[in-house]
């Protein structure tokens, strides 16, 4: 039986029509095999990659506020204001008011002293500031026995470096024996002590007597004032 090649085309044509509806199986392609250090490069990439997102994703931390110190305002030094002093009932005075002590012009340091007997303390002092000394000024008791003396009161004023002796009558006490110390200091009107503090100290001891050797015991005596060359 003879065909003829008009009857062959027609089946082939079908043929190829079927295979390509069947599609066929696709021919995978080759799976690129990686070396080690590509590996390593992409790890390394991915990694960065995930802490640059983490951080985009993080909320922004506000830096919590810094506080800024108050302003100091400059001090103004005070003028003429001196520290406290070390006396009783010492208070900041100005510094132009000042004494120096000069000497005891009588009864020495450990004058010897029946108990009760009185006498006259005399001390040489200076203003030794650049201030007079106002009429009303105080020479007051500020610690130890005040032998019964009393605050003498400056009658008059006193000028700066002018000398003066001031004089306070006391008694010897007759309650206790040995050394005996009261200490003085002088004051403003206001009762701000400024300059050195002096002292009397007697030694205390047998009964009393009257002490011949001192000046007539006088709280408010009038001290005079010797101006310095």
Avoid at 14 to 20: D, P, T, W, Y
Avoid at 67 to 78: F, M
Avoid at 80 to 109: E, K, Q
Avoid at 127 to 148: E, I, P, V
């Amino acid at each position: 039986m003879k065909f003829s090649k008009t009857f062959f085309v027609p089946i082939l044509i079908i043929f190829g029509l079927l295979l390509s509806a069947c599609g066929g199986e696709a021919t995978p392609e080759p799976t690129p095999t990686l070396s080690l250090e590509a590996m390593q490069t992409l790890a390394v990439a991915t990694f960065s990659a995930q802490l640059t997102q983490t951080a985009l994703a993080a909320p922004t931390s506000t830096p919590a506020p810094t506080n800024t110190p108050a302003a100091t305002l400059p001090v103004s030094t005070l003028a003429n204001v001196t520290p406290f002093g070390t006396g009783v009932g010492a208070v900041p005075t100005a510094s132009c008011y000042r004494l120096s002590y000069v000497a005891d012009v009588n009864i020495p340091d450990d004058t010897s002293m029946t108990a009760g007997q009185t006498f006259t303390k005399t001390w040489k002092v200076r203003n030794s500031g650049t201030c007079a000394w106002d009429a009303g000024f105080k020479f007051a008791f500020t610690g130890g026995d005040a032998m019964g003396g009393s605050t003498y009161t400056l009658p008059q004023s006193v000028a700066a470096n002018a000398e003066i002796d001031i004089s306070v009558s006391m008694t010897a006490p007759t309650n206790k024996t040995g050394a005996v110390r009261g200490n003085w200091r002088i004051s403003t009107a206001a009762g701000q002590f400024f300059g050195d503090e002096v002292y009397v100290q007697i030694q205390v001891g047998g009964a009393a007597a009257t002490n011949t050797g001192a000046a007539p015991a006088t709280a408010t005596s009038t001290p005079t004032a010797t101006a310095t060359p």
